[in-house]
């Protein structure tokens, strides 16, 4: 059979899906596999062990990052794919895992069919990509791109106050590979779109333009603490409604903005959080994205000035900490055109456009030839556990990815 006539077994991909899907599974059919808890561990031991089971060659980074290579007749730098298999704490099963196992299935499909490639190809899965236990996000891949430091992600602290290099070798994956100088002729990622756009202009695949940036805030408020019967209103330093003052100005500036500036806090915690206590402290994140790098900048200082002005009318104190900060990327003009002609010649619909979601990806861009597939997501849902994409897509994503990496690959 010829290479262009192979396809992926949806069946077999759909099986490793729900299996590993079953690892850390929460009510509703989502995820929780927080990076580098006992759940991501189980994770990656199941899926290290199909890495092994296809005869992988497989390494293990000193972030964590896991890569399995399959060799090719030529012995040069791989044709990269894969994603993550960490979740948020309320996470769908497609998030990340698809394009991990996807790539897997792309292996099993050439073993079965007998072929090697020109260049190797790889499969990996990066450390903590969501960055919901530690920030930032795409970290992994970062370090394993020399996008960030490794000593500096080793040093983070976890929502749970756990440093990354402690909880990496609590779970046996603090790897020895070097990390910052891998080189990938070019990389390749498959993700379902966790947004609206394909489902409702009813496509079937998305090449993927670029990633947004992102900018994540912590800020941590000091008021003081008061009898909420007794403290007339001007004599407050109420910390809790100084951290709803902030999430109302960012939703109006993203609104008044347009465009493609969001922005979230997702994150707002009170002390002492109780119904007559005047809050004392607030802890609160913000995330901002924009396709934009002039328009991100510009969102972040106007919010600055907003919130110096609310924290110093209320009288509370602020401390900032930034958690992550990435400029948006355009992907590789050839890339993006491999995708959307892979597509075409496989009948599917296919639109371009950017991603709202960070990715691994991201971190690729500026130093190989990078591209995404997406496929949709029904009702836009993800980080929930309601996340959720048919077969029929999966299989048309999955299929983009096996003939876009064997058209690399050669
Ligand atoms: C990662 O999933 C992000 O976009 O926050
Ligand atoms: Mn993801
Ligand atoms: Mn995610």
Not at 120 to 135: D, L
Not at 154 to 179: F, K, M, N, P, Q
Not at 361 to 372: E, L, V
Not at 381 to 408: K, M
Request: glycine share 12%; charged share 25%; aromatic share 4%.
């Amino acid at each position: 059979m010829r290479t262009e006539d192979l396809h992926i077994n949806v069946d077999r991909l759909m099986k490793r899906l729900d299996t590993l899907a079953g690892i850390g599974a929460i009510e509703g059919g989502g995820v929780c596999r927080l990076a580098l808890t006992d759940e991501d561990r189980l994770g990656r031991d199941l899926v290290s062990g199909w890495m092994e089971e296809l005869g992988l060659a497989v390494t293990v980074d000193r972030i964590g990052n896991v890569v399995g290579i399959r060799q090719g007749r030529e012995d040069c730098p791989p044709v990269l794919t894969g994603s993550h298999i960490d979740s948020v704490a309320t996470g769908g099963r497609y998030d990340g895992s698809l394009g991990v196992l996807a790539g897997l299935e792309a292996m099993a499909v050439l073993d079965e069919a007998g072929v090697t490639t020109r260049k190797p190809i790889g499969v990996a899965f990066f450390t903590n990509e969501e960055g919901a236990r530690f920030a930032p996000d795409m970290m992994g891949s970062g370090v394993h791109q020399g996008m960030l430091d490794l000593g500096e992600m080793l040093d983070i602290r976890g929502i749970d106050g756990r440093r990354v290099s402690d909880a990496l070798a609590e779970i046996g994956y603090a790897g020895s590979e070097s990390v910052g100088a891998f080189k990938a002729d070019s990389y390749l990622e498959l993700h379902v779109e966790q947004g609206p756009v394909l489902e409702q202009e009813g496509f079937t695949i998305g090449a993927v333009e670029g990633v947004q940036g992102i900018s994540w805030t912590e800020y941590r408020l000091t008021g003081t603490s008061n009898h909420a019967g007794t403290t007339p209103m001007h004599l407050r330093k109420d910390a809790g409604y100084v951290a709803a003052a902030i999430a109302v100005e960012a939703r109006r500036l993203a609104l008044e903005m347009g465009g493609t500036q969001v922005a979230t806090v997702g994150v707002s915690e009170l002390r002492p959080n109780l119904v007559n206590v005047i809050a004392a402290e607030a802890l609160l994140t913000l995330d901002l994205r924009n396709t934009k790098e002039e328009r991100l900048q510009w969102a972040e200082a106007r919010l600055n000035e907003l919130i110096e002005g609310i924290v110093s009318e209320e009288g509370v104190g602020v401390q900032s900490r930034r958690l992550a900060r990435f400029e948006p990327v355009t992907f590789d003009p050839d890339m993006i055109a491999l995708v959307e002609g892979t597509a075409q010649r496989l009948g599917c619909r296919v639109k371009r456009l950017p991603s709202g979601a960070g990715h691994d990806a991201q971190m690729f861009a500026p130093n190989c030839p990078t591209g995404m597939i997406f496929v949709p997501s029904q009702g836009g849902i993800s980080h929930n556990v309601a996340e959720y994409t048919a077969p029929e897509d999966i299989r048309a994503g999955a299929d983009v990815l096996l003939q876009a990496l064997i058209a690399r690959a050669g």
